[in-house]
T-cell receptor, first 113, second 115 residues
Framework: DTGVSQNPRHKITKRGQNVTFRCDPI?????LYWYRQTLGQGPEFLTYFQNEAQLEKSRLLSDRFSAERPKGSFSTLEIQRTEQGDSAMYLC???????????FGSGTQLSVL | AQSVTQPDIHITVSEGASLELRCNYSYGATPYLFWYVQSPGQGLQLLLKYFSGDTLVQGIKGFEAEFKRSQSSFNLRKPSVHWSDAAEYFC?????????????FGGGTRLMVKP
């Protein structure tokens, strides 16, 4: 197992375009999390899945954002009508229990021009 | 509000010197707390975690942290820093009661190591 994988590593887009990121968690992990990190800040929680169910969404996740985990394995995060303020590193993490070790991917760096 | 704060944005230490990174928390009940490290271009890696019991917690890479309820602190320490420890360090705790791994992170402390 190679850990949590995120694609793409970098994404540059123009304002108003839609983007989609993919996260492949560690295969035996049923819990999956999305965080966002802006320059000079700590990660901020976006959303949480247990298996295919999205159980929690933060207020940061506006209606332009949608996340899915259709078969309880990989997850996608889509941002519609991107804005410059969406520029950030989007981090995915997975875990096998509720208060255990989070395994983070290397993230997708989004730049909105 | 439940939160963790890291008062120091940057810290520079000489290689071989001791290190202490500060983390303060604000929680009603005893929280569970974590320290993560992020190297450039890498994902965050868990250094150590505190849930309950012994207030001195040992982690990977020679790091330890001490939970002090009286000071609302969970400071990270290392007796002798190596150049490879240069990275950004984050303290984290739960966003809310029973939040599991839905964490709130401090702003981070960037550690630079002088040769």
């Amino acid at each position: 197992d190679t850990g949590v994988s995120q694609n793409p590593r970098h994404k540059i887009t123009k304002r108003g375009q839609n983007v989609t990121f993919r996260c492949d968690p560690i295969s035996e992990h049923n819990r999956l999390y999305w965080y966002r990190q802006t320059l000079g800040q700590g990660p901020e929680f976006l959303t949480y899945f247990q298996n295919e169910a999205q159980l929690e969404k933060s207020r940061l996740l506006s209606d332009r954002f949608s996340a899915e985990r259709p078969k309880g394995s990989f997850s996608t995060l889509e941002i519609q009508r991107t804005e410059q303020g969406d520029s950030a590193m989007y981090l995915c993490a997975s875990s096998s229990d509720s208060r255990g070790k989070l395994f983070f991917g290397s993230g997708t760096q989004l730049s909105v021009l | 509000a439940q939160s963790v704060t890291q008062p120091d944005i940057h810290i520079t230490v000489s290689e071989g010197a001791s290190l202490e990174l500060r983390c303060n928390y604000s929680y009603g009940a005893t929280p569970y707390l974590f320290w993560y490290v992020q190297s450039p271009g890498q994902g965050l890696q868990l250094l150590l975690k505190y849930f309950s019991g012994d207030t001195l917690v040992q982690g990977i890479k020679g790091f330890e942290a001490e939970f002090k309820r009286s000071q609302s602190s969970f400071n990270l320490r290392k007796p002798s820093v190596h150049w490879s420890d240069a990275a950004e360090y984050f303290c984290a705790g739960p966003r809310a009661n029973n939040a599991g791994n839905m964490l709130t992170f401090g702003g981070g402390t960037r550690l630079m190591v002088k040769p």
